[in-house]
């Protein structure tokens, strides 16, 4: 069966620090893979999607950017972080051909920035 | 783009009763409505989805109705229990061989009372 996992669970970072929190997933191959935040008390919004190693789409403008060097992790990084960048972080994946590219999450990740 | 809207914000029954949330869209493109529930603290875990090429579809006490020309679909929850008590979020999307670019509603806080 599929797994994800995120790490870390959480974090405090000061204003003006880097950021890199770390998604893999594991028993199944060519997935896409999700950034999704979620502010306090709100929905989900989409920061980023991957169909690919190194195809990286971004959803809004912001301070915050995504890789995925291999085929199942994707990396969610800033070089200085701003206090509006506090949320819940949420890694996801789906596979199209597979259970209809529908859409599991990790545990996410609480990010708080002081 | 889409817009998903999500009602009521906060629901409470007693334990026992029926539960309905509704969630409206506004891209007919979309062809693919999944929901959430997310307890505090973790990641979303799919409930239920359906297509738009049925209307209605069930799953033991919960089951999901959709009406494509009215662009509404709604999640019904029967004989509630406290496990129930989370927060539901109502997703869209048109699914296509590339990533699934949910839409989120804004969430539904259901407490279910004993």
């Known amino acids: 069966s599929q797994t994800i996992h995120q790490w870390p669970a959480t974090l405090v970072q000061p204003v003006g620090s880097p950021l890199s929190l770390e998604c893999t997933v594991e028993?199944?191959?060519?997935?896409?893979l999700y950034w999704y935040r979620q502010a306090a008390g709100r929905g989900l919004q989409l920061l980023f999607y991957s169909v690919g190693i190194g195809q990286i789409s971004s959803e809004v403008p912001q301070n915050l950017s995504a890789s995925r060097p291999q085929d199942r992790q994707f990396i969610l990084s800033s070089k200085k972080l701003l206090l509006s960048d506090s949320g819940f972080y949420l890694c996801?994946?789906?596979?199209?051909?597979?259970?209809?590219?529908?859409?599991?999450f990790g545990e996410g990740s609480w990010l708080t920035v002081v | 783009g889409e817009n998903v809207e999500q009602h009521p914000s906060t629901l409470s029954v007693q334990e026992g009763d029926s539960a309905v949330i509704k969630c409206t869209y506004s891209?007919?493109?979309?062809?693919?409505f999944p929901w959430y529930k997310q307890e505090l603290g973790k990641g979303p875990q799919l409930i239920i989805d359906i297509r738009s090429n049925v209307g209605e579809k069930k799953d033991q006490r919960i089951a999901v109705t959709l009406n494509k020309t009215a662009k509404h679909f709604s999640l019904h929850i029967t004989e509630t229990q406290p496990e129930d008590s989370a927060v539901y979020f109502c997703?869209?999307?048109?699914?296509?061989?590339?990533?699934?670019?949910?839409?989120f509603g804004t969430g539904t806080q259901l407490k279910v009372e004993l």
């Open positions: 028993g199944t191959s060519n997935p896409n």
């Open positions: 996801a994946w789906s596979v199209p051909r597979r259970s209809g590219n529908t859409i599991y």
């Open positions: 891209d007919s493109a979309s062809n693919y």
């Open positions: 997703a869209a999307s048109e699914l296509t061989g590339g990533g699934n670019k949910l839409t």
